[in-house]
């Protein structure tokens, strides 16, 4: 069974910038796409930013672009989330997962998924 493990949450000043990691066991047929989603206290699930397994194609949540950027690392079944300019909205817990495709992971339909690390934004 395929494990995601996020790290790299925290606390974190307004302005300021984190890098989560998700580091996946191993990759099966369907895992095409790795996402990072997010949910904020008393809020509904967000779609943030997803990547193709290769690499080649990024997408990104619209309040997110600009801010965040999504990356692999090539030698390993490594993903991660450059956060920049945090605001205190961006507080929330933020999950990997993985899908069959871009699309799919940006409606949260997903195959698996981590459990997610906390991220708080706060003076």
């Known amino acids: 069974q395929v494990h995601l493990v996020e790290s790299g949450g925290g606390l974190v000043q307004p302005g300021g910038s984190l890098r989560l990691t998700c580091a996946a066991s191993?990759?099966?047929?369907?895992?095409?796409?790795v996402g990072w989603l997010r949910q904020a206290p008393g809020k509904g699930r967000e779609y943030v930013a997803g990547?193709?397994?290769?690499?080649?194609?990024?997408d990104y949540g619209d309040s997110m672009k600009g801010r965040f950027t999504i990356s692999r690392d090539n030698t390993k079944n490594t993903f991660y989330l450059q956060m920049n300019s945090l605001q205190p909205e961006d507080t929330a817990v933020y999950y990997c997962?993985?899908?069959?495709?871009?699309?799919?992971?940006?409606?949260?339909?997903?195959?698996?998924w981590g459990k997610g690390t906390l991220v708080t934004v706060s003076i």
């Open positions: 191993e990759r099966t047929f369907t895992m095409n796409a």
């Open positions: 997962a993985t899908g069959r495709n871009l699309a799919t992971i940006r409606r949260g339909l997903v195959d698996v």
């Open positions: 990547i193709t397994w290769t690499g080649l194609t990024t």
